[in-house]
């Protein structure tokens, strides 16, 4: 399958720019079933899309091009084959506002030139909100034109399913059912007013030309205005201090008053509903991608959803009641929140991840304290040379530079033998949960392609679920 969607883009890449495409590297995919792809040719670089959804292909072409003509910093379309679902885009590269600011932060905090370009992106979101929602198609909307009552039930349906019964966080349905009702007329008040940009946080802003650039708004509707901002502002890995986020919000309404008329204190009153909701959704989407879907990573970011539902609980109080809800919200705050990604299948699942130095190895939350650290800083270096350093340890020119060291065959020899002893011994004993993290300078070349190397090796000799997660590599795509 990897080899068709290589040769579809490629063939689209040569009928575009009339040359033919050098290198194809996969990047990282998110919380989609969206594939990206970077396309090297002779003199141009692109983005290949393969998406296998005609109508959200549809919705994001046609939103692209209404964008763009209102003077949007949005990706240009190159070229679409619609018959095989994919497409071509502007490459804006790979720096997003969300890596920005974890490089940036400073004792937890964002560096000024990080907050500028949050104050950037704000200034430019009523444009997507007013100026631009004027003529534009709803119609291309999926998988709804609004965010109306029946979207806020599946967000709400979504964190009940997926993450309070699958966490067994007590609840009586028929009284959260209640709230539920409740909740969702005071967020009606509000008014669809605008456009619903859906997913606006910092991981789909990239930084490119010294400004910002906007991407993955294929989910767009109708929509209050307030939903976009509680989502850049309360993204749960952004982090962002508290303070700051009062400051942006306070900066929105600086801005979006240049186009509308705003009742201040009415908009902050519903905005923390829209916080709250937004809240909800994030779990249950964590719930389900880590859960169903067994990817980890979605799984590691609950403690931070947490750590915003605490805040939320301790410094706001809507204007309604909605006591089964709250109930169910103070059990989250006050358990520690481990999941289990393994828990009910009983099998042993194996996660293997590559991490930077840097930033340190990634935590555990499956409650076993750990596991495997390979150092992979003694191995021969393919970021010491500069033809080396735009790709990663999953391109083909990396692979073949490391495979032909004997130093790197060697530490991969030792660790399989090592891990080899625990998995017999884990599926022994029953248990359910293995780690193993592979670290490098930078977590792009050889701490990837260790990882890469042991996951292939133990899902082709093993009965075991294999979980592979690139720290520095996938939270670009988060």
Same mark, same amino acid.
């Given at each position: ?12 890449? @040569? ?13 990282? @995919? ?50 679409? $084959? ?60 999926? !998988? ?96 962002? &201090? ?12 600086? =801005? ?51 750590? $915003? ?13 909605? !006591? ?10 006050? @358990? ?39 150092? =992979?800083?003694?191995? !021969? ?24 060291? &004997? ?32 670290? =490098? ?38």
């Amino acid at each position: 399958m990897e080899n068709d969607h290589n040769e579809t883009l490629k063939k689209l890449f @040569t009928r575009w720019s009339g040359e033919e495409g050098i290198e194809i590297i996969a990047l990282p @995919t998110a919380g989609s079933y969206r594939q990206y792809y970077r396309i090297l040719g002779q003199s141009q670089t692109v983005v290949g899309v393969i998406s296998p959804d005609k109508l959200e292909n549809a919705a994001f072409l046609g939103f692209t091009k209404h964008f763009r003509e209102n003077g949007l910093s949005v990706p240009e379309v190159y070229a679409v $084959n619609e018959e095989e679902n994919c497409y071509l885009l502007q490459d804006l590269g790979d720096l997003s506002l969300l890596q920005n600011l974890e490089n940036g932060r400073k004792n937890g905090r964002p560096d000024a030139v990080t907050m500028q370009f949050y104050k950037d992106t704000i200034r430019e979101l009523p444009r997507f909100q007013i100026v631009a929602a004027e003529n534009l198609n709803y119609n291309l909307c999926y !998988p709804a034109k609004e965010f109306d009552a029946r979207s806020m039930r599946w967000d709400l349906n979504y964190f009940k399913y997926y993450f309070l019964r699958l966490l067994k966080i007590p609840f009586n349905e028929h009284l959260l059912e209640n709230d539920f009702d409740r909740l969702i007329l005071y967020l009606l008040k509000a008014g669809n007013t605008g456009f619903m940009y859906r997913d606006f946080q910092a991981r789909n802003i990239l930084l490119h030309e010294s400004k910002p650039w906007f991407i993955d708004y294929q989910g767009g509707r109708r929509g209050p205005l307030h939903y976009d901002l509680a989502s850049l502002l309360f993204q749960v890995k952004a982090a962002l &201090p508290y303070d700051f986020r009062e400051e942006m919000l306070h900066w929105y309404l600086d =801005c979006v008053s240049e186009y509308r008329k705003i009742d201040r204190k009415d908009f902050i009153n519903h905005y923390y509903g829209f916080v709250l909701i937004r809240l909800l959704q994030v779990m249950g989407a964590y719930g389900f991608r880590g859960y169903f879907e067994r990817r980890a990573h979605f799984l590691q970011s609950i403690p931070y959803a947490i750590e $915003n539902v605490r805040w939320w609980l301790d410094h706001i109080k809507l204007e309604i009641e909605i !006591p089964e809800l709250i109930k169910a919200l103070n059990a989250i705050a006050v @358990t520690e929140v481990r999941p289990n990604i393994d828990a009910a299948a009983g099998s042993l699942t194996i996660t293997v991840s590559s991490f930077s130095y840097k930033k340190g190895p990634p935590p555990d939350y499956s409650g076993n304290g750990g596991g495997f650290v390979f150092d =992979c800083r003694a191995l !021969p270096n393919p970021g010491r040379y500069e033809h080396f350093k735009q790709f990663t340890g999953r391109d083909a020119s990396v692979i073949q530079f490391l495979e032909r060291e &004997p130093l790197v065959a060697k530490f991969l020899g030792n660790v399989y033998k090592l891990v080899d002893q625990s998995v017999l011994e884990y599926q022994k004993r029953g248990f359910t949960s293995l780690q193993v993290n592979f670290g =490098c300078t930078g977590g792009q070349h050889r701490s990837v392609f260790c990882a890469e190397k042991l996951a292939k090796y133990l899902e082709e000799k093993y009965s075991v679920d294999i979980s592979l997660y690139h720290t520095e590599l996938d939270k670009h795509w988060l």
